[in-house]
């Protein structure tokens, strides 16, 4: 534990856990208004914890799971990520706020972008073969023609931030894009926009089709054996959403058996934990597929989307020190 | 060798080369004009190469080396490649004109987005290393992290079609650009542009470098050991050139010793030939470095490239046909 305060009104912020520790340059750097900064490791001990807590403003983390009733002026438990399933709420005072941060969005429209033009361009085939000693591929030797991304039509399934970022990446270099979701894109943002309600019909259309959709109870499963089936045979599935939106089984019995050509997939049905640290990502041998991109879970985790999750929490840090509005607020002070 | 003939004032063509004959459908799909086309295949005879030329207005073609005094009508030879290294201009009638095809830049700007995004995202070891059974990449166990592409400096040696296009794509998704090349860029198309002169300058604040500058004598051996070291250490060299504008054994002692971090190389030093078809691209063992992509003059080769390259020739029998200007010449009528 350390502490330090840049002057009597500072904002006094905790630190919480080693995930964050290593970002309190970032808070320094960004912050244009007095903090008092402590920092909490994740072994630190219960009374350290209490400790840290009491008289913070503010804490910073992506793990809150310390009862926080002696932290009177607690307003802000500020999440140095998106998803908020680590944070037990009873141990939120009521009158502090959750707030969650983004900013991972603009790298995994790269990640997209970098699969479609690998697949579609053979890149590994052609790599391999080459190293190998092989000129097969080789325009020089007239070999086979490959395509061009700009040929092809991608396929939004879901249309929040993410879908958007991806969906103006390929239309800035001429790619044609359609989107499925429940509300339409903006005839401005694709070039077709389907209901999901014509889910059928949107997958027929597309060469590849990026799931970007919300995984809630009405989407788990949304694409099953039925649906993958509606696609093109040469057609590419890529998750960068959540894997359960996608049915295990018929995933991996579609790629085994032909019904579409490939898949790149980032989030996964099962993730590791103390008990098995590399447990695999699905209980089916993916890894085995010749036809399967596969990262762990990766594609959004840069360094700009770190830099811009920070700006988003130094925003909300200088909101609560100036009294002003939170922005992505999970929940609101007193709501439960 | 075959014919048909679509009317009394056809343009006779002749398909010259088991390269161009697979071609013959795009000819008729494009053509709106009438047209006699003739093929003949590699192992033709002399006296069947000499019959297919007698009465033809042109010949589309990768090679040409068969004496075309028994011609009279020829006004066109028209290759299907930009290349015209095969053409031996003393067997082209002089009053025919000898035009060339182009239509790769977009494939090549493509490869070369996909190649940076594959070098900043880590593809490869990520991609690696999850299929091994790892984890240690993923965001949800919070590994390194990576970068964006967005955050790099691209730089473009030489501002023909070809850089234009690579710099178009990479400003479309928001990536800063430089150019270096004998005329400056124009202020809209780069956010920086240095002359010949400043290539060291230039070199220097690269992240990546695509060499897409034309290889003559002045540009042969241009990034050499001097050059390469004015490169930022953790740049990549990319060439869609030609090998011979980097110094072979320059580049792989760069690579070797930590002067730059990788190096794409889409063109080659040598290329395989009938005594020796699995000759590798370079004497030296590129192969064998895991920091180098590697691919058999390729970038371009793709269906789409061959569509408007057939536009081009198209348009080019269609302006023979109309008695109009034609396009892409390489040696005018009687220019010898």
């Known amino acids: 534990m350390q502490e330090s305060t840049s002057g009597a009104t500072a904002l006094k912020v905790v630190l919480y ?12 750097d960004k912050s244009d208004f007095p903090i008092g900064v402590t920092g909490v490791s994740d072994d630190a001990s219960d009374a350290a914890k209490e400790a840290a807590l009491v008289g913070a403003d503010a804490v910073v983390c992506v793990r809150f799971d310390h009862p926080s009733k002696h932290a009177p002026r607690l307003r802000l438990v ?17 009158r ?10 603009r790298a995994i429209a790269e990640y997209a972008l970098m ?8 890149w590994k085939p052609v790599e391999d073969s080459f190293r190998a000693g092989s000129w097969e591929y080789s325009g020089a030797m007239y070999g086979p023609l490959r395509d061009e991304l700009n040929s092809r039509t991608v396929g939004i399934l879901g ?10 990446g390929c239309r800035a270099l001429g790619i044609r894009v359609v989107a499925c979701a429940r509300r339409p894109a903006a005839p401005d943002e694709v070039d077709a926009s389907y209901p999901l309600e014509r889910l ?3 997958l027929a259309g597309c060469d590849f089709v990026v799931v970007c959709i919300a995984h809630v109870a009405q989407t788990e499963g949304m694409i099953d054996r039925g649906r993958l089936a509606r696609m093109k045979r040469g057609a590419v599935l890529i998750n ?17 058996t032909g019904v579409i050509a490939g898949a790149v997939i980032d989030v996964w049905w099962q993730y590791p934990d103390r008990s098995d640290p590399r447990r695999r990502g699905s209980r089916l041998p993916f890894h085995e597929l010749e036809n399967v991109f596969m990262t762990p879970h990766s594609s959004g985790w840069t360094e700009q989307m770190m830099d811009r999750r920070w700006d988003m929490i130094v925003a909300n840090l200088r909101a609560l020190w100036r009294g002003e509005r939170l922005q992505n607020v999970v929940r609101e ?3 439960r």
Chains 1, 2 share one sequence.
């Not at 699969?115 to 053979?122: A, D, I, V």
């Not at 249309?159 to 103006?168: K, L, N, S, T």
Request: glycine share 8%; net charge negative; aromatic share 10%.
């Open 17 to 28: 856990g080693d995930i964050i520790l290593p970002n309190e340059y970032r808070l320094r």
């Open 200 to 202: 059928d019909d949107f």
């Open 115 to 122: 699969t479609m033009l690998m697949w579609t361009h053979r």
């Open 333 to 335: 002070p007193g709501a």
């Open 159 to 168: 249309f929040g931030q993410m879908g958007r970022e991806i969906a103006a």
């Open 78 to 94: 500020q999440l140095q990520a998106a998803g908020y399933d680590r944070i037990d709420f009873d141990c939120v005072p009521d």
């Open 240 to 256: 960068v959403a959540r894997g359960p939106v996608v049915v295990e089984q018929d995933l991996y019995d579609a790629l085994t």
């Open 96 to 105: 502090a706020a959750v707030c969650n941060a983004f900013g991972h969005t």
